[in-house]
């Protein structure tokens, strides 16, 4: 245990978080970085309740937060574990501060890497489909597992920046996310099938690969590659523009050309029904 968090510290700081708050501060741990409105989203009904807690939670130590300079505007707070947040996590874990493998300074250094609009808009997704479900009778994330969880068990053939199964009013779908940025040529993008393809047929299940882009343009044209190669493949596709909520009808299917679904309508029209 790190020697700034003694019993009687460490004892005092748990006395005063909530269920409630290890659950939020394990969320951010998991998904390394979420603002302010995601956090709102995933964990709180109320908005002016939630902003209060996580300014109080930031105090304590429990969490750190910054706020990036974009060229225009203004940006969101970010937040990251705290240090005494990750003592907390670890002595409920059983492990010292060491054995759960946090370091401050890697915590924060998202924010000045390359990765930081990737990962909020990936996680912007899980935000929306979790803040969704809490309010939504029927509706259900029940599963989300984040690019590091999807390496581990899959990174032999793909690497999907998250894996998810979502339920609507009966409908269950599991899915692959491919958050596109554009940074990646089309051809290279369009070329992650093959991976995908390799883990269908060594899984026996054909996963759906979802596909999200940062403009409706480069949606239609990525739409065209993947179309063309998922036929080639046989791997279920579907493209979507960010704008929407994730659960929404703005996912178009690799062989339509017209007629969005909702998420969850993505499981009848690629045959997931049956699935137990």
Known sequence: MNQHYTPRVLDSLVMRLSSHDRRLLR?????????THQLLQAAFDNDHTGRHRLV??????ALDRFRPR???????????????????LALEDGVTLSEFGYRRGQALAIAYGQRLAHTIGVNGVFAALSGHARRTGGCRLDTWWTEAQCRAMWG???????????????????????????????????????????????????TPVLFLTSTSRREANLHD????????VSVP???????????EAMWLPGNRT???LRLAELARHFGQEARP
């Open 27 to 35: 969320m951010v741990w998991t998904h390394e970085v979420l603002t």
């Open 70 to 88: 974009p060229p225009l505007g203004s940006a969101p707070w970010h937040y990251v574990l705290g240090e005494a947040g990750a003592a907390v």
């Open 156 to 206: 032999k053939h793909v690497r999907p920046d998250a894996y998810g199964r979502w339920t609507d009013n009966g409908l269950t779908l599991d899915f692959f996310l491919e958050y596109d940025t554009g940074t990646e040529t089309l051809d290279r993008v369009a070329a992650k099938l093959s991976g995908y393809a390799s883990l269908a047929a060594a899984s026996g299940i054909d």
């Open 237 to 247: 596709v579907a493209t979507a523009t960010e704008g929407q909520e994730p659960h």
């Open 225 to 232: 590659r993947l179309r063309l190669r998922g036929a080639l």
């Open 56 to 61: 109080k939670l930031n105090r304590l130590g």
């Open 258 to 260: 017209e007629g969005r």
